[in-house]
């Protein structure tokens, strides 16, 4: 519980977190000290050199604090409210939740799960950046030591039929025989690939040893599996070492953060990340800001961390990094030798990815240029309509953020409009996606008739910097009315006409010319082609679904399996029409009550 203070004086001289707050009480900088009192009050001299705690005083309003036992539990209070709230002149960790975890679910027979979300039971490794990679990590593990799937574990399932679980609900394997597996997925996780392949090989001896060949030869089995992998994904570098290298490189607007992971003397992975709030921030605040983010959190902490330069609070981080860990954890800076070459690999990393982010950043800019907007257009969306003739018509709504797909803002929208009319169900497409918008600015117009001061700001992401319309004048002219309608003309709409690429705007006869080379106009066509793909794409599941629709699915009794059966003695649905209740009920699987359903269903003139 935070205790408020009006004077910097009220502060007590000892270790703990304070919390500064605008008008709007929004929190808008977190920090710690090992006394707040001292801490605080350097922030109230006249003089401020940095020009970030210039312009952070120049919003600040009201002050909060919480004490602690130590300056190692204010460390980490710091960075769990950082996390939580992500403070706007804080450095923080930006989006974590973009990137999946892998969970070890906390059950007697546990299963091994991909999530974007920690919650507070099981285990938690990652976040991993390649969503693909680890797909296939636990697609190999769920079916190299035959985890469960099932959720209820309520009897043998397919699964264990074709040999892909070990069947613990039908008693098929011990609970500590099960765990053994799992701690191996834990060790797998943690890198330590030889220690796994060595408790193999015990059991796989001892197997032998006690004339049970069959069980040593799928142990086997499992040896030479991870050995493939191991040789297909990991560089070898040296011996049993326990490392993470972590490199950063600075665009405009974030820090890069690249973590190289190398585990029992491999590198098994590559992760990046970038750091909200950077500017005006010197780059070891920022590795130390990171470092304690990032650690912050349920995920494996190495023997051994490798930075490019020292950081605040180093000892401090050790510190906590070590009760984490179980035992000592170093925080080095190499200047030499192998060590040093590895901070140059990572760091060499981080430029490359700078330099794709910066692209992306030059092509907001250049979008920025060409259309004469106000402010970059972080997040831009797209909207497509697809249908035949009108019938099974669709519509997609697409969302790039910072020049990339923002898949969770991705939506499908079956379109209620009869056509073919694309117009029409552009418009409705629209509506329907800027309704909850027109209801938040009329309601933010009121609060301000009101004189409330209680009116919370919209997210990133939640409203549009642009809207792309895949279209010419025509479409752009219906969209416009819709935000005209709507009063949302302050969101600025352009058609991107496929035939010529040509930009329309809104209240101009002549199209805009991107050059074909140039940055913005590809992110804009990429926009466009994207929400023409999602459309399509959704449509199509549509017809494929329709076309696998039966009359066989409206009779009562039958299910996918009789259906199956009846299709197959009789393949197709006029055989079964003409067939007799007799002929219907000897299908294996049907009965008489059923196949008089079937009968009627045919036979009656309601339903030809």
Known sequence: MSTKVTSPDELPQKPGIYIMKD???????????????????SYFQKNLDRPKTQVLMSHFNSLEYIITNSEKEALILEANLIKKHKPRYNVSLKDDKRYPYVKLTDEDFPRIQITRNIGKTGKYF?????????RQTVKFLKQLFKIRTCRNMDGPCLNSQIDLCLAPCDGGITKEEYQSNMEKIDLFFQGKYTKIIKDLEAEMKEASANFEFEKA???RDQIESIRSVMEKQFVEFAHEEDQDIIATAYTNRHAVVVVMSIRDGRIIGKDDFLMNGSQHTTSDEILSAFCKQYYGINRHVPKEILLEEDIPDKELIEEWLSDLRGNKVSIKIPQKGKKLRLVRMASKNAEIIKGQKQKMDNAM???????????????????DISNISGKLAVGSKVSYLDGKRNKKQFRRFKMKTPGPNDFAMMKELLERRLEPLRDYYAEKREKERNNDLDIKPLEIGEEPDLIVIDGGKGQLGMAYDVLKEYKLTHIPIIGLAKEFEEIFVPNSSFPIIIPHDNEGLQLLQRVRDESHRFAITYHRQLRAKKMEESPLDNIAGVGKKRKMALLKEFKDIDHIREASIEDLAGVKGMNEKVASNVYEYFHNESND
Request: charged share 35%; net charge positive; proline share 4%.
């Open 23 to 41: 008008k709007n009480e929004k929190i808008i900088y977190i920090g710690k000290s090992k006394s707040l009192k001292n801490r605080v009050k």
């Open 365 to 383: 800019i250049e979008i920025k240029k060409y259309l004469k907007l106000e402010k970059l257009p972080r997040t831009i969306e797209g909207y």
């Open 217 to 219: 030869a799928v142990i």
């Open 126 to 134: 990652g976040p991993f950046t390649d969503v693909t990679s680890v």
